[in-house]
């Protein structure tokens, strides 16, 4: 071990006391779970299956929603091997909860210090460790990796400026990134940066280009269809902050021929985003409410879990996060999945190269303010064979996606008991 990871031990022990309380503040705030905190701090809330456990990690929602494809492969392959999923989000945990397969356990992550990550471990004593992107923490990594576990960091993905930030680590990122017995990278550069660092190269995979359609209820999409009485809907999904009002604002001229469903990336904005389309003297219905959806109200679509429900109603769907600056963008090819329509913004760069491939495939519209959308919202709306043309780009180009998950579990079976 490096004289800096050596450091970062002795440092994340002498701290780990102070964990429950941080734990508490962050619980106050809604950012952990009450009822499950005490797994942040390795104390297991789940028996350990028998037999070979393959655990997965992504940080947070896109992270360990791209993991599914994945674990729903092990538990179809390989049903005598548990599959435990870790994450650190509230919102990734009931997401999780309603998407992972039968058998497959979810737990939160434990903080990345000793005495927690031998908790942890101990209790579940992995055979495999699969961590996605780029989340890498040294004791729970090293711990995994001394307890005889085979790791893998799939679909790696790592900025210049965390390069930097590792490279100037010296022996101590040398040492974490050749823990791993398996690195897939999501594209050359990536794979470069990472054999500066040590890692190695096994070739490349997106798991986020993969992924089956989203689930939905089958009765609640026949009874919304009904309630909407054949008026097209108009879907913008995943919205944060200022683009609720781009999209009222989109949608304004086709109010008396349409209706807009709004879907925010956190749940938790739900009542603001009602309140912003009451502002504007418009009828607004809110889900969590048991408000009921129709056209003659703006709905907002405040749950976890629907959004393929409201991907099936709509006409053409704008995807947030791309009109705003910070968010870089979110996941164009669950539209693509379901053979919908799909706009967003230019300030995508977390997913810069699968809008780039889908804009060469013809697959994507891009606007760059809100009269663009509203010309997008009125073309779909007038139901333009141009945009039914875009949508079946997109799905043959996501279908195509799906191998990514065939070459990357076919390696991974081979660190598998």
Known sequence: MSLAL???RTATALLEPLAPAVLKARLKRGKEDPARWGERLGRAGAARP???LIWFHGASVGESLSLLPLVERLRTERPDAGALVTSGTVTSAELLARRLPPGAIHQYVPVDAPGAVRRFLAHWGPDAAVFVESELWPNLLLGAKASGAKLALLSARVGDDSARGWARAGG?????FSAFDLVM????ATAAKLSALGA?????VNLKYAGDPLPADRAELDALRAAYAGRPVLLAASTHPGE?????????PLADRAALVIVPRHPARGAEAAALIRSRGSPAGLRSAGDPAGPDTTYVA???GELGLWLRLCRAVYVGGGLVEGVGGHNPLEPARLDRPAATGPHVHNWREVYAALCAAGGITVVRDAGELADFFRRAADGDPALCAQ?????????AQNGAVEAAFARLKALLP
């Open 6 to 8: 050596g450091g970062y």
């Open 50 to 52: 028998h037999g070979p």
């Open 172 to 176: 101590a990122a040398r040492s974490l």
């Open 185 to 188: 990278a999501q594209d050359d």
């Open 200 to 204: 190695r190269d096994d070739g490349r």
């Open 244 to 252: 609720e009002a781009q999209a009222l604002d989109a949608f304004a």
């Open 302 to 304: 405040d749950t976890l």
């Open 391 to 399: 949508a079946e780009h997109a799905r043959l180009f996501a279908a």
